[in-house]
């Protein structure tokens, strides 16, 4: 078992930056592709971000490309979203998400059901 804790999520004026962390305990996280999806109220829960287990290879949805940027410390068991040029649009919950049945470790995966851990989720606001 993997629990994950999202936090660092705020609220932030258009232009704004924010770096999210989603710590894992229980099995390392550092075995697993780790992800970040996003929901909107109304919408469907959407991809963002993706990174590898060396952390050599990330996946980005097109609408959040050149201004975030996914990492991680494996050594902390920590995954990273730095959140640039924030836009009113990219207000959502943000969820991170481990990949546990995937051993490559060059694998990202940008389908969230593909993800069997998820953490909570934290909330970011982006005002105009």
């Known amino acids: 078992q993997v629990q994950l804790v999202e936090s660092g999520g705020g609220l932030v004026q258009a232009g704004g930056s924010l770096r999210l962390s989603c710590a894992a305990s229980g099995r390392t996280s550092s075995s697993y592709p780790m992800g970040w999806f996003r929901q909107a109220p109304g919408k469907e829960r959407e991809f963002v971000a993706a990174i590898s287990k060396n952390a050599l290879n990330t996946a980005y949805a097109d609408s959040v490309k050149g201004r975030f940027t996914i990492s991680r410390d494996n050594g902390k068991n920590t995954v990273y979203l730095q959140m640039n040029s924030l836009k009113p649009e990219d207000t959502a919950v943000y969820y991170c998400?481990?990949?546990?049945?995937?051993?490559?470790?060059?694998?990202?995966?940008?389908?969230?059901?593909?993800?069997?851990?998820w953490g909570q989720g934290t909330q970011v606001t982006v005002s105009s």
């Open positions: 998400g481990a990949d546990s049945a995937h051993g490559s470790s060059w694998y990202t995966s940008r389908q969230q059901y593909e993800y069997n851990y």
